[in-house]
DNA sequence: CTCCAACCTGGAGTGCGCTCCAGGTCAAGG
DNA sequence: CCTTGACCTGGAGCGCACTCCAGGTTGGAG
């Protein structure tokens, strides 16, 4: 099963079009096959190392760093200690984004616990999310909340 | 504990001072006090509010949105429930980047244990990271491992 | 009083990662 | 053959969130 369109190649990738075009311009797809009429042909390669850009992009790795990847991986076997190095690194600032997330998804959440302990707020937020303890509408502001309300 | 300098308003809130005179500039931190010679002084309102932001902005609230919550609490206790929805619709979002974040790191640990199952790859690997089961370096390349190396 | 580091302003510049555009070409259905 | 939608190229433009700069002011230590 090889071959895709571009349009193909964006939709299973997650990418647009432009972004393809613009990878293999810029050096992290290369060599993409072409019909001959010049069309551009992904193949199952292609495909797995956009799957791979996809997960890397979206793990916040900045490009420059996805193509230093991507031509050690081209220069040849000899290079594996250096990408897993790459991507063993990466994976570090990657547990430590989580960790900040969890913190600051914490700290969210508080605040808009501060907002359905308020008065008058028992009205959506019990139809929209009834998982948190619902029936506690009491008038009292959390102490310690001063302002940015 | 009132009445921070710039310098000291930055290093707790973890902003620049440039991005402090920018979120004042753009209206996300209104009113801020100065001294008579016209230097800022942070109050602990202040604080707490670049806090937020900073809480909002490491969730990947975009500013334009930070800007409106902002103005909404500046109007007044009637935009309570809005400013709820808002935090509500946020938290939404982070929870999907949460799992998104989780899924391609699993993605990337898989990769990364590619690697480690390479002959050659007992090094380092296993001195940085001795967490995941050492001992292991048979040289069988994992199946389904076409390409993107 | 002097010094100098910290601060001020308005506005221009930067880096990233795309995204859009004009003006063409390709290829499959009818 | 003709049409039409998907595709091609090089290059310009964009949105975001800062970041930097020049040229001047402030204010606390010595």
Same mark, same amino acid.
């Given at each position: 099963?090889?071959?895709?369109?571009?349009?193909?190649?964006?939709? @299973?990738?997650?990418?647009?079009?432009?972004?393809?075009?613009?990878?293999?311009?810029?050096?992290?797809?290369?060599?993409?096959?072409?019909?001959?009429?010049?069309?551009?042909?992904?193949?199952?390669?292609?495909?797995?190392?956009?799957?791979?850009?996809?997960?890397?992009?979206?793990?916040?790795?900045?490009?420059?760093?996805?193509?230093?990847?991507?031509?050690?991986? @081209?220069?040849?076997?000899?290079?594996?200690?250096?990408?897993?190095?790459?991507?063993?690194?990466?994976?570090?600032?990657?547990?430590?984004?989580?960790?900040?997330?969890?913190?600051?998804?914490?700290?969210?959440?508080?605040?808009?616990?501060?907002?359905? @302990?308020?008065?008058?707020?028992?009205?959506?937020?019990?139809?929209?999310?009834?998982?948190?303890?619902?029936?506690?509408?009491?008038?009292?502001?959390?102490?310690?909340?001063?302002?940015?309300?």
């Amino acid at each position: 099963m090889s071959g895709y369109a571009p349009s193909e190649a964006a939709r @299973r990738s997650g990418f647009s079009l432009d972004t393809l075009r613009y990878y293999e311009k810029i050096g992290l797809l290369a060599d993409v096959e072409r019909t001959a009429g010049g069309q551009r042909v992904f193949t199952d390669d292609d495909l797995s190392w956009l799957l791979l850009f996809r997960c890397l992009r979206d793990t916040g790795m900045p490009i420059a760093q996805m193509r230093r990847y991507a031509q050690l991986a @081209r220069a040849g076997e000899h290079t594996a200690a250096e990408r897993h190095e790459l991507l063993h690194h990466h994976a570090a600032r990657v547990e430590e984004q989580m960790r900040l997330l969890q913190r600051q998804y914490d700290h969210l959440r508080e605040k808009i616990r501060f907002y359905e @302990r308020l008065p008058g707020a028992v009205r959506e937020s019990q139809i929209e999310q009834p998982t948190v303890a619902a029936g506690q509408a009491a008038g009292q502001v959390a102490a310690g909340q001063v302002a940015a309300g």
